[in-house]
T-cell receptor, first 115, second 111 residues
Framework: DSGVTQTPKHLITATGQRVTLRCSPR?????VYWYQQSLDQGLQFLIQ???????AKGNILERFSAQQFPDLHSELNLSSLELGDSALYFC??????????????FGPGTRLTVL | GENVEQHPSTLSVQEGDSAVIKCTYSDSASNYFPWYKQELGKGPQLIIDIRSNVGEKKDQRIAVTLNKTAKHFSLHITETQPEDSAVYFC??????????FGTGTRLTIIP
């Protein structure tokens, strides 16, 4: 158990809908990262937050957004869902903003299925 | 940006034998190289990492080697056991930039 929690574990929805994925980092970790894992593209970095502020952006679509709250939990919002958004979404956390110096711990993921 | 290639995509090894997974990276400035193990239904778990100032690192049956000149690094698992069956990902990062992952290797240990 990495100490990172994600809810829900599974999510099934229809195209055009909007969903929110939630992540709670390990106790004491200030950085939260979101990744998308699909069969054909592996693990893709989406976005990072550090202590409530956006720190880095990866291949995140404009239909997707995220935020980190004062209690450090984070939410990833996916809107206008398309079939191709079906994937595993992982959250990871690390201790410092300079995450190159610290490893990332991954949560168990949320499996999103868009029908 | 950084590009990481990982080979092979699948690997079957007899129990007790060794397994080797190789990755190459494109950004010569990358200085941190973690390896993750992902079991079915779980998130990736860090199993070993190496920084660019080190050529080799071992942790029991697992070792990682880094060749900065050739820009490649490898994961070595010795005396493989059934519980080593999983998908393994390599990754590379420069400083505090994002991790770039390889495409994964599905390792199957044959009893």
């Amino acid at each position: 158990d990495s100490g990172v929690t994600q809810t829900p574990k599974h999510l099934i929805t229809a195209t055009g809908q909007r969903v929110t994925l939630r992540c709670s980092p390990r106790s004491g970790d200030l950085s939260v990262y979101w990744y998308q894992q699909s069969l054909d593209q592996g693990l893709q970095f989406l976005i990072q937050y550090y202590n409530g502020e956006e720190r880095a952006k990866g291949n995140i679509l404009e239909r997707f957004s995220a935020q980190q709250f004062p209690d450090l939990h984070s939410e990833l919002n996916l809107s206008s869902l398309e079939l191709g958004d079906s994937a595993l979404y992982f959250c990871a956390s690390s201790t410092q903003r300079l995450a190159g110096l610290r490893e990332q711990f991954f949560g168990p993921g949320t499996r999103l299925t868009v029908l | 940006g950084e590009n990481v290639e990982q080979h092979p995509s699948t690997l079957s090894v007899q129990e007790g034998d060794s397994a080797v997974i190789k990755c190459t990276y494109s950004d010569s400035a990358s200085n941190y190289f973690p390896w993750y193990k992902q079991e079915l239904g779980k998130g990736p778990q860090l199993i070993i990492d190496i920084r660019s100032n080190v050529g080799e690192k071992k942790d029991q049956r697992i070792a990682v080697t880094l060749n900065k000149t050739a820009k490649h690094f490898s994961l070595h698992i010795t005396e493989t056991q059934p519980e080593d069956s999983a998908v393994y990902f390599c990754a590379a990062r420069f400083g505090n930039e994002k991790l770039t992952f390889g495409t994964g290797t599905r390792l199957t240990i044959i009893p």
